[in-house]
């Protein structure tokens, strides 16, 4: 498909967003079981929940515009999810995985805020106000977990420097 119109620009962004969206949905699980912290787990099923209901909020949208979305892969999201399995390949501890899943929660919840401030901002110049609400669903649930999941990556961090401080100490102790 060629794309010379805002409108067109527009349904590949969607169709964009829908790839993105379906691989968050399979990458979710994954992170729920990887999660130490029950507070991170629920976080985690919660949003899979949400997910879901992104992925209608932008079956709704195209069906407004009477569109379908082309077969596409956001490569944005694609590359979010390479991170999480390069990080695989370290063999990292259960901590320093959770740890890094939850800074990878927060770059993908941000790039979902950038992607849907864009596409409301398109709707509403689209003259598309019912797009532009259902967009927003979204764009304010990303936001929620982005400040969810920042919260936990604070405790999170926070534990576990309390928790290589007592190690330290435990091996200095040793040594004396
Ligand atoms: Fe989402
Ligand atoms: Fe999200």
Redesign the pocket.
């Known amino acids: 498909m060629s794309i010379s119109t805002t409108r067109e620009l527009f349904s590949h962004e969607l169709a964009d967003a829908m790839s993105a969206?379906q691989q968050?949905l399979k990458m979710l699980p994954e992170l729920q079981k990887e999660a130490l912290h029950p507070e991170l787990k629920q976080a985690l099923k919660d949003h899979e929940g949400?997910?879901k209901q992104?992925v209608k909020n932008l079956q709704a949208v195209f069906k407004q515009l009477g569109d379908s979305p082309e077969e596409t892969t956001c490569f944005g999201m694609k590359g979010l999810a390479d991170e999480h399995k390069a990080l695989h390949e370290e063999k990292p501890s259960p901590e320093m995985l959770e740890m890094a899943n939850v800074t990878g929660a927060i770059k993908t919840e941000h790039y979902?805020m950038v992607m849907y401030t864009d596409l409301v901002q398109m709707a509403k110049d689209l003259g598309e106000p019912e797009c532009a609400q259902l967009l927003q669903e979204?764009l304010d649930?990303?936001k929620a977990m982005a400040k969810r999941v920042d919260a936990l990556s604070k405790t999170i961090a926070k534990e576990a420097k309390s928790r290589e401080k007592e190690l330290v100490g435990a091996r200095n102790g040793r040594r004396a």
Do not use: R
């Open positions: 969206e968050v949400e997910t992104h979902e979204n649930q990303e």
